[in-house]
């Protein structure tokens, strides 16, 4: 007994395309294809980047804040220096704080 063909070779059988051959044949589709994967990776980008902004706003804010309490705290140190200063008899340290700080009084 004969064995039976292989399935490729029998004289109706297609041969499967390529990639190029494949991508030719619908063009239209692989158009689509690629246009749709491009606005995911630009939808992706920009979500980044509105959770970059969102990140960068908060710490804006909380370096003002810093820089606020920061102010505050030398100007209470050199409340408090000039004060401790202004008690000393001769007045020498009080006029040397006040040049160090800039003070016109």
């Known amino acids: 007994m ?3 063909a292989p399935p490729s ?4 059988a297609r ?3 390529g990639f190029v051959a494949n991508a030719v044949k619908r063009k239209d589709k692989f158009i689509q294809f690629f246009a749709m994967t491009g606005i995911l990776l630009l ?6 980047q ?3 902004l969102h990140d960068l706003q908060e710490d804006t804010a909380a370096l003002k804040e810093e820089q606020e309490t920061l102010g505050n705290r030398m100007n209470n140190i050199k409340r408090d220096l000039l004060h401790e200063a202004s008690v000393e008899p001769t007045g020498l340290f009080a ?7 800039g003070d016109q009084q």
């Open 2 to 4: 004969a064995s039976p």
């Open 9 to 12: 070779s029998a004289p109706g």
């Open 15 to 17: 041969k499967p395309l």
């Open 43 to 48: 939808s992706v980008r920009s979500l980044g």
């Open 50 to 52: 509105k959770y970059r």
């Open 95 to 101: 006029s040397r704080l006040r040049r160090l700080f």
